[in-house]
RNA sequence: CGGGCUGUGGCUCAGUUUGGCUAGAGCGCUUGGUUUGGGACCAAGAGGUCGUGAGUUCGAAUCUCACCAGCCCGACCA
């Protein structure tokens, strides 16, 4: 049932794929680039969603649904969203047997529809902010695919706003971004930061586009969300007017912002190793699993009867499962929920049962096994699953901190990227082919301008100016 | 789309070089039994158009041609 993983030093993709398999988060389906995500991957999708679904209502948002398909004169009317995803458009061209008058596009983002109908929605300055967030499945035709990270169709949420004023728009683009670098970190364990998209790799049709960056086990970056300003880009393309406090016609300021499923290939590869997922405990699906220890027949009804009782008492307060199937040993169930990564797991056996206690066994390593006496498993249960989760955090930082490196010339950034993994940081002006070249050179690329900006200083590929502090790193 | 590799039970593969009897193994699965504190064991069983099509041949998983699919590397990207 259980294969070896791949070591994640031998060949970390290697590693990523099979973990995804053997955890049975997700399955490559029939259609290349595409994937079925399975339940307990869906799962923790289901734990995120709810996380950021509240916070969105709490930030005034509103739950929509727009519809699947866009005419295809819709995605041409912003210049530069067409350029940025025309080559990765899925179409429709018959339908009902016959060919279509109008090919139907298959939305890769939902700009276009959602501005269409923005313009028949807001007439009045009264109508204003329009806050919408819709959870969707969009399509992506991408060459190259990756579970989680990359498929060709994959699940999101996308918020589309419209404001009166750009500074407005701008508190909202950065209200998101917080939203989405505080579930990182407090759900999901992941320490991110926070930053600017250079112009080379902004969102088309943004006028800025802000990210959250995260490191990966292989020290390479992961884009975990984005937010975007628009401007008045589409409310221009798509004729968004509304009369104002004076009566004049005015064009609203816009934001769009999301996040994936490609967060949870940022989990996996924030915190897993070769036993194995590590899911934070406020994601988990399972945060605890009980496992009885059944060595003979006389022990079998007090052993069940114990477990039964500790599950009642704790499933009030926690995701907690019982492992009680009798055809596996237990070696092998503490290898398999280790795989899945459950934070915490509890071995009840005769033994414990005599001095009153179960033994506690962390998946993060931390105190090794531990023998908890019986009535305080609830409180201990909650101790170790706060730990669990700040350790994990605490960890991914200390990661990111010791692999990034600053340097202060051009010469410095380009070798240290190609001899160490990890983030790079300098003090940059903005220039693209500048930046083109150091991605010609050396494969990394801007990942972002700091927006927590440290002081500044002479930018490496201009002297003459003082740059911004940018990160560069390989990404995913 | 270019370069490299691979298609054989659910999975990993052997068999292909040198065509030959009924296509094998391990894991997994099913049933029964014994087991259970770090990946248990015994017994019986189910499961395969050998990627697809054509060709050569008395005979093709094996040789030839075409096609299809997947993986890795490059251009594109949340």
Not at 271 to 282: A, F, I, R, S, V
Request: net charge negative; aromatic share 8%.
């Amino acid at each position: 049932m259980v294969e070896k993983i791949t070591p994640m030093s031998k060949d970390f993709n290697e590693w990523y794929t099979d973990i995804i398999q053997q955890a049975q988060l997700a399955d490559y389906s029939p259609v290349k680039g595409t994937m079925v995500i399975r339940p307990y991957g869906y799962s923790l999708w289901e734990g995120v969603q709810a996380y950021l679904d509240k916070k969105f209502k709490e930030t005034g948002h509103e739950n929509a649904y727009f519809p699947l398909f866009i005419p295809n004169s819709f995605i041409q009317k912003e210049a530069e969203h067409v350029e940025g995803f025309s080559p990765e458009l899925a179409t429709v061209t018959h339908a009902g047997g016959k060919e279509l008058e109008e090919p139907l596009v298959v939305r890769p983002t939902s700009e276009t529809i959602i501005n269409h109908m923005f313009a028949k929605w807001i007439k009045s300055h009264r109508d204003l902010p329009m806050l919408i967030n819709q959870w969707a499945n969009v399509v992506r035709w991408e060459m190259r695919t990756r579970l989680f990270l990359r498929t060709s169709e994959f699940l999101w949420q996308e918020g589309h706003t419209a404001h009166k004023t750009q500074e407005e728009a701008t508190s909202e683009a950065l209200q998101m971004l917080d939203i989405y670098a505080e579930f990182a970190e407090n759900a999901a364990g992941v320490s991110v930061v926070k930053g600017i998209k250079s112009a080379n790799e902004r969102f088309a049709g943004a006028t800025t586009t802000y990210s959250i960056e995260a490191m990966m086990k292989d020290k390479k970056a992961l884009q975990a969300g984005t937010s975007h300003e628009l401007g008045q880009n589409f409310s221009k393309a798509f004729e968004i007017q509304y009369s104002d406090e004076n009566n004049e016609l005015q064009h609203p300021f816009q934001t769009s912002w999301g996040v994936s499923t490609r967060l949870i290939g940022m989990i996996i590869m924030a915190h897993g190793d070769d036993k194995g997922l590590q899911l934070p405990p406020k994601l988990a699906p399972t945060q605890s699993v009980l496992i009885p220890i059944i060595p003979n027949e006389d022990s079998k009804s007090v052993v069940l009867e114990t477990v039964n009782k500790l599950h009642e008492e704790l499933r009030e307060s926690y995701r907690i499962k019982i492992d009680d199937r009798d055809n596996i040993s237990p070696g092998f169930k503490f290898n398999e929920w280790e795989l899945k990564g459950v934070p915490l797991r509890i071995e009840i056996g005769p033994k414990d049962i005599e001095k009153n206690s179960v033994v506690f066994s962390r998946r993060d390593g931390v105190d090794g096994k531990n023998s908890v006496s019986i009535n305080e498993v609830s409180q201990k249960l909650k101790d170790n699953l706060d730990d669990i989760q700040s350790n994990l955090l605490e960890t991914s930082k200390n990661f990111r901190k010791d692999n990034t490196i600053h340097v202060d010339s051009k010469a410095e950034l380009i070798d240290t990227l190609n001899s160490t993994p990890g983030f790079v940081t300098c003090y940059w002006d903005e220039n693209t082919s500048d930046e083109i070249e150091i991605k010609d050179l050396t494969k990394a690329t801007l990942r972002c301008y700091l927006l927590d900006n440290e002081g500044s200083a002479k930018a490496v590929n201009n002297e003459s100016v003082e740059g911004k502090k940018a990160i560069f790193s390989k990404a995913y």
